[in-house]
């Protein structure tokens, strides 16, 4: 059971928009930053999202993070098939560990 | 390039032992906190410690604390776990992660990962 709650699953069809929701408490989303992982199959998870709406160099701009309260969320538009991977989120919790979402399998129809 | 490349992964009986090295390149290693996640097989993602710059300070996710020692050699650019009392279940792809702001460990933005080396807990 993780700390943090994602949707299982998540679809769309090439060009749509998707996102993808996390959950959590006061102690981890409601007093930390947001960051959300790509991982691609047999890959090492990749930062594609920092500081809830930050992107790193290199991550194009149809992925956006958002946050409110104790749930943040992912968007990704213009979806593309390479976009077809495993999404967690991540935040630090104030018990003195870091939290990840049980991860979301994105599948593009 | 920067690079973060694991070693040690094995089989081992529970209750065995095994030491996790990290070795990092090309960036100045002292500065960053550094962090072990693993995941088990087609399993999400689980954090499990975190160590400062200097190493002074540590902290742990809840199933491994007392079982798992975190540390590092600054002078080797090295990062390691030291795993004693293994169980079954923490079985996983150990991967080391580099925090992405310096100066703190409480941080979940992981810039840099390795390629992850293979935990196998069975008898």
């Known amino acids: ?109 | 390039e920067v690079q973060l490349l694991e070693s040690g992964g094995n089989l081992v009986q529970p209750g065995g032992s095994l030491r996790l090295s990290c070795a990092a390149s090309e960036f100045t290693f002292s500065s960053y906190a550094m962090n072990w996640v693993r995941q088990a097989p087609g399993k999400g993602l689980e954090w499990v410690s975190v160590v400062s710059g200097s190493g002074g300070t540590t902290y742990y996710t809840a199933s491994v604390k007392g079982r798992f020692t975190i540390s590092r050699d600054n002078t080797k650019n090295t990062l390691y776990l030291q795993m004693n009392s293994l169980r079954d279940e923490d079985t996983a792809i150990y991967y080391c992660a580099r925090g992405l702001v310096t100066g703190t460990t409480r941080v979940s933005a992981f810039d840099i990962w390795g390629q992850g080396t293979m935990v196998t807990v069975s008898s």
Request: charged share 15%; net charge neutral; hydrophobic share 30%.
């Open chain 1, 1 to 109: 059971q993780s700390v943090l709650t994602q949707p299982p699953s998540a679809s769309g069809t090439p060009g749509q928009r998707v996102t993808i929701s996390c959950s959590g408490s006061n102690s981890n989303i409601g007093s930390n930053t947001v960051n959300w992982y790509q991982q691609l199959p047999g890959t090492a998870p990749k930062l594609l999202i920092y500081n809830n709406n930050q992107r790193p160099s290199g991550v194009p701009d149809r992925f956006s993070g958002s946050k409110s309260g104790t749930s943040a969320s992912l968007a990704i538009s213009g979806l593309q098939s390479e976009d077809e991977a495993d999404y967690y989120c991540a935040a630090w919790d104030d018990s003195l560990r870091g939290v990840f979402g049980g991860g979301t399998r994105l599948t593009v129809l």
